[in-house]
């Protein structure tokens, strides 16, 4: 439950859920910099309004847009050829979409798998998001394809890793072999081994996963990659966390950096501001910095050092520039 402060009869202004992740972390100090890490991407779709900012912002940053989204679908339509070879063992398929955002990613999958099969193959999709606004937008996407005999609706869902093994247990059915697709880069915002466990926790023998995620290719500038983070859509997204803690965009600046092998999104504050909520108060001084977001981006070795701990069974397809990977894993 969210429990907010209202002024004057007005929508909340205060969250108490970032309220208490700023708390309970406190701030570092970088020299004479104060800096408050809430960079976790649970608060980014607290609301309706927080999960179609996101969904705008990737459709307004064309750089982004390049990177991210047309170099996974690009490279989708080379492999799903042989992806398919693997994942597709019988005459059904149940397709299971972490972090489905408005479940885009799911459709060249999909559409592939029907027409390659002349439409003798099941297929039953199943959306899983921590927002329920972004479940319900796949949920009216995928259903106006017709490829789809199926989409499962129930109460998981709404879920995150924690809670994977109930989707999948659910679906299993018996002896049925599941696809699971981690696309989008979706895997950068977390660290690596935190989301592998948990994911591979839920599978069992014959299930697959399909990982799509951003490789850190060591030739491009650092400065180069913070850029396509930089962006007005992403500040407009970004910034509805403060927003939620009663700032206002003239009390903040948004900025990006690569730092520590991930792009770092933050604000630095313009100006002195104290928040107050029940009994508690944060006092935020000028310049200090508040980060809302990471996206690692791990290299090839990494990634491969992390995967093989988890399954024995998997395959690397990168795009010719090395910057992306789809990564097929087997149990």
């Known amino acids: 439950m969210v429990k907010a402060q209202k002024t004057n009869g007005a929508k909340p202004v205060i969250n108490d859920l970032i309220f208490k992740e700023l708390i309970k972390r406190g701030y570092s100090l970088e020299g004479n910099t ?27 940053a064309p750089d982004y847009k390049l990177a991210m989204i047309d170099t996974e679908i690009n490279l989708l339509k080379e492999t799903m050829p042989e992806i398919t070879k693997k994942v597709v063992l019988s005459n059904e398929v149940t397709m299971i979409d972490i972090g489905c955002g408005d479940g885009k990613k799911a459709i060249l999958p999909i559409q592939y798998i029907k027409s390659n099969f002349k439409n003798k193959v099941k297929i039953s999709y199943c959306p899983v998001d921590i927002s329920s606004y972004m479940v319900q937008k796949a ?27 109930n989707v999948t247990t659910l679906l299993r059915r018996g002896n049925k ?32 996963l399909l990982i799509g ?8 500038n650092p400065g180069d990659i913070a850029k396509t983070y ?13 927003e939620q803690l009663d700032f206002v965009r003239s009390e903040i600046e948004f900025g990006a950096r690569f730092k520590n092998s991930r792009v770092e999104c933050f604000y630095t504050i313009k100006q002195n ?33 992390a995967i093989k701990l988890y399954f024995k069974n998997y395959k690397f397809f990168l795009n010719k520039e090395r910057t992306w990977a789809l990564i097929l894993c087997k149990k």
């Open 34 to 60: 104060r800096v408050w890490n809430i960079a976790d991407s649970k608060l980014w779709y607290l609301t309706p309004e927080q999960a179609q900012a996101y969904l705008e912002a990737v459709e307004k």
């Open 273 to 305: 501001k104290t928040i107050k909520f029940q009994d508690k108060e944060i006092h935020f001084y000028n310049g200090d910095q508040i980060i809302v977001s990471y996206s690692y981006k791990y290299n090839e070795k990494q990634l491969e050092d």
């Open 177 to 208: 072999e599941l696809f699971l697709l981690f696309l989008g880069g979706t895997l950068g915002n977390f660290e690596l081994h935190e989301s592998l466990y948990a994911i591979t926790e839920s599978m069992t023998l014959g299930d697959s």
């Open 230 to 242: 930089k962006t007005q859509p992403a500040d407009f997204f970004m910034g509805k966390v403060l």
């Open 139 to 165: 949920i009216d996407k995928i259903s106006q394809l017709e490829e789809v005999d199926e989409i499962v609706k129930f109460q998981w869902n709404i879920s995150d890793f924690e809670n994977m093994e």
């Open 213 to 220: 995620v951003a490789l850190h290719n060591q030739k491009i």
